[in-house]
């Protein structure tokens, strides 16, 4: 069973809305300071690259409930013009953005759980789940 809430990214206050989504539902379901942490800095990412590279997508966070395990899930999901070479993003350091290169490597280390599916000019969806311990 899950509820869950989106919030559109369009521009930079969305990343902050998202963030704060995120931090709500996380405190909501008894996570800890560092936890809270690690979930906004992961949905922070994921909805900047949104910003940055599709223009335009949704961060919905899912309330999980699986076999006695409360979780939660962030899903990242956007129609631009996708990721011509996962592993590549998925390589430490690495920025099409002059950034730091944290992205995605970084939300995986935060988070429990991480999928990446693209397409080119379909799309990008990521979910990342991180588990009440």
Do not use: H
Not at 8 to 21: F, G, S
Not at 58 to 82: F, S, V, Y
């Amino acid at each position: 069973m899950s509820i869950q809430s989106c919030v559109t990214i369009i521009n930079e206050w969305d990343i902050v809305a998202a963030r704060q989504l995120g931090r709500n539902v996380a405190k909501e379901l008894g996570f800890g300071t560092v936890d809270q942490a690690r979930i906004t800095t992961a949905i922070s990412e994921l909805a900047r690259n949104i910003y940055l590279y599709a223009g335009k997508g949704q961060i919905c966070i899912d309330k999980l409930n699986e076999t006695g395990k409360a979780g939660l899930r962030i899903l990242a999901a956007d129609d631009g013009p996708g990721i011509k070479d996962i592993r590549q993003v998925m390589e430490d350091g690495f920025s099409t953005s002059g950034g730091l290169g944290a992205g995605l490597p970084g939300v995986k280390r935060l988070m429990d759980d991480f999928n990446i599916e693209s397409a080119e000019g379909k799309g990008t969806m990521i979910k990342a789940t991180k588990w009440l311990r």
